[in-house]
């Protein structure tokens, strides 16, 4: 019994989504608009399976584009209503999600980009595709999407502009503070320990260390030059606010063009359950792509 505890404290933990009651076309079309074309697509590249949803304007382009990446336990069909969205107003859009290939079996895992390459692999059918506009691209994230979408900007310099909806930017931090709140929250972590490895990635700690630190677009800040708007909200309880303040503050002693807004009473996935917060953070959403893809 306590074993099956911890195990739903695990996976509660590492969910990430906060996705209970979420509505993700809350505020977006609930169908694909007739002047908007869609498509999907799949491929593997060595361990890594990828998935790639895509909706687009009529037309040949080139447009401008925005690559889309979901929160855990989010599929890139899942924001469909977003990719609309986004090609009703001329934008091509195209969401990713990705599992790895384990014992020849596409699974769902908690951290499933392991490295560098993995990670700029992603957009290689974006940059194939010939309606997309290499010189006007962005990057949307929500959840560890968005901490996702974050070390994509550090890696593929091309991206013009990002929006980080309440993303984890510090995973070794969070880790270490919530497992010394507690025993239950020491044996949750125990017990994800061993899903961690299960899932494959790793044989000790340092392993699992390793993939935390490597997964933390904090410690890549260096690296990211592209202006971000980061919106969260300050009632998450999933995702810290603190671990957008001090990213965007690293960014902006750089070059003072990034951006935090914080939604009051916010919490996490709040966008995809109150209209009214939907609504204001998306008018923000576009403000900012519009302002580095369409000028």
Request: proline content about 5%; glycine content about 6%.
């Amino acid at each position: 019994m306590r074993r099956a505890t911890a195990l739903m404290l695990a996976i509660a933990l590492f969910g990430l989504g906060g996705c209970a009651s979420v509505n993700f076309s809350l505020i977006h079309p609930a169908e694909a608009p007739a002047d908007v074309v869609t498509w999907s697509e799949e491929t593997r590249s060595g361990e890594l399976a990828i998935r790639y949803e895509w909706a687009a304007p009529q037309g040949l382009g080139p447009f401008p584009t925005v690559v889309v990446q979901p929160g855990i336990d989010t599929a890139a069909h899942d924001l469909r209503a977003i990719l609309w969205d986004l090609a009703s107003r001329g934008y091509l859009a195209v969401a990713i999600d990705y599992g790895r290939v384990i014992n020849g079996e596409s699974r769902q895992v908690r951290f499933p980009l392991r490295n560098a390459a993995e990670i700029a692999v992603l957009l290689e059918p974006v940059r194939a595709e010939p309606r997309v506009d290499p010189t006007r691209m962005g990057l949307l994230g929500f959840s560890r999407g968005a901490a996702y979408s974050l070390l994509l900007a550090a890696e593929v310099p091309e991206f013009r502009a990002a929006v980080a909806y309440y993303p984890i930017t510090d995973f070794e931090r969070w880790v270490d503070e919530r497992e010394q709140r507690s025993a239950i929250w020491r044996l949750a972590f125990t017990v994800a320990r061993w899903q961690f490895r299960s899932e494959g990635h790793g044989v000790d700690d340092s392993d699992l260390r390793g993939l935390l630190k490597q997964s933390s677009a904090i410690n890549r800040a260096q690296d990211i030059r592209t202006p971000v708007l980061f919106i969260h909200g300050d009632r998450d309880s999933v995702a810290p606010l603190r671990d957008s303040v001090s990213l965007n503050a690293l960014l902006n002693e750089r070059c003072d063009c990034s951006k935090l807004i914080v939604v009051r009473n916010g919490d996490h996935s709040f966008n995809f359950k109150d209209p009214a917060k939907a609504a204001n953070s998306w008018y923000a959403t576009l403000d900012w792509l519009a302002r580095y893809l369409k000028a």
